[in-house]
């Protein structure tokens, strides 16, 4: 069954041009015909949040009760394959219609939203989550998309709640601190590592997150460059899916720009602590883009800086792998 939604269901609610703008009426369409929808962005109007200052940068903490799924989803191999796979199209809820894109992919509204506008882009084939040469597609979407959203990718040990099926999720641009950060961090927090042709990378220093910076107008060098990443992360921190990795990109001014951040852990060790000691927090893309999600009250009510930083601390690169992907990418 396709799930496609047709031309006279979006006409209605197309305001901008586009796939931003049919990607924005889709969404607009999917709240007046679909409830769970309208009740994830009812609840997400009420969304508590918190704001953490630090030496050149924020980090913000959401209260998000509806994330729950997300935050604690089991996946390990035997939960996987003992679960129907919520992105396949003959699995989605009978209300829940999208937008083709590239002949490959689905967008859909994401009925657990972060964000004000916040889209799941699930592959049409059910295939592992990998990045591999899928980061073209990437790159694409997020041009398509335009400077109205920033796009994200979860490695399938670094918060994908669905490993077994390829998707991105894409969000409003404005949301994220880091995506109006970059130039106050240029002067404190990112460097100039090199620069190729019409390409250039950066590091991170003193960020709490671990991250590589590419910047590029060319579509070539910008693949060329990420499968050279890869290759070296593969080597210093080897996976048995894919070496653990969070994808930020933004298309801006004809300029790719897509931070890399690799993991050390998938969870900080709090989240394994017996109750009540136990903090449920699931680090994924947005949280290393700057806004941490809490789904449940307790835990974001005693969530500290102090606490967040362990986190990070622990879930990100260590520094000694960083510094070898550094020097090996010089």
């Known amino acids: 069954m396709s799930r496609d939604i047709s031309k006279e269901e979006l006409t209605p609610f197309i305001k901008g041009d586009g796939l931003s703008g049919l990607a924005k009426a889709l969404l607009l369409q999917q709240k007046s015909t679909w409830q769970q929808l309208k009740k994830g ?16 940068f924020q980090l913000k903490a959401q209260f998000n009760k509806e994330r729950i799924l997300s935050a604690s989803a089991k996946v390990d191999k035997a939960s996987i394959k003992n679960r129907k796979c ?21 967008i859909l509204a994401n009925p657990f939203p972060i964000f004000n506008e916040h889209f799941t882009i699930a592959s049409l084939k059910h295939q592992p989550q990998r990045i591999g040469s899928h980061f073209e597609e990437m790159l694409l979407l997020t041009k398509e ?18 490993p077994d099926h390829l998707h991105f999720q894409a969000g409003n641009l404005g949301f994220l601190p880091l995506d109006y950060e970059k130039e106050k961090l240029l002067k404190k927090n990112i460097f100039p590592l090199k620069t190729i042709e019409e390409s250039r990378i950066f590091y991170s220093k003193k960020y709490l997150r671990n991250f590589i910076l590419l910047e590029s107008n ?3 060098q910008s693949v060329q460059l990420f499968n050279e990443i890869m290759e070296i992360l593969s080597l210093i921190n080897p996976h048995e899916d894919e070496t653990m990795l969070n994808i930020i990109a933004y298309y801006r001014n004809d300029v790719w720009q897509v931070f890399l951040f690799p993991r050390e852990k998938h969870r900080p060790d709090f989240y394994f602590l017996e109750e ?3 903090i449920i927090f699931s680090p994924a893309a947005v949280d290393f883009g700057g806004v941490c999600i809490f789904p449940r009250e307790a835990d974001f009510d005693r969530i500290t800086k102090v606490l967040l930083t362990k986190a990070f601390a622990q879930v990100t690169i260590t520094q000694s792998k960083y510094e070898r992907l550094l020097n090996m990418l010089k």
Do not use: M, T, W
């Open 41 to 56: 962005y009812d609840s997400l109007k009420g969304a508590e949040i918190k704001i953490f200052n630090f030496n050149g």
């Open 86 to 106: 919520f992105l396949c199209e003959k699995n989605l809820p009978l209300e829940q219609k999208g937008i083709k894109f590239n002949d490959n992919y689905l």
């Open 145 to 162: 998309l335009g400077d109205s959203f920033v796009v994200f990718y979860n490695g399938p040990a670094s918060g994908a709640s669905a």
């Open 218 to 220: 060319s579509f070539r």
């Open 276 to 278: 009540p000691e136990r």
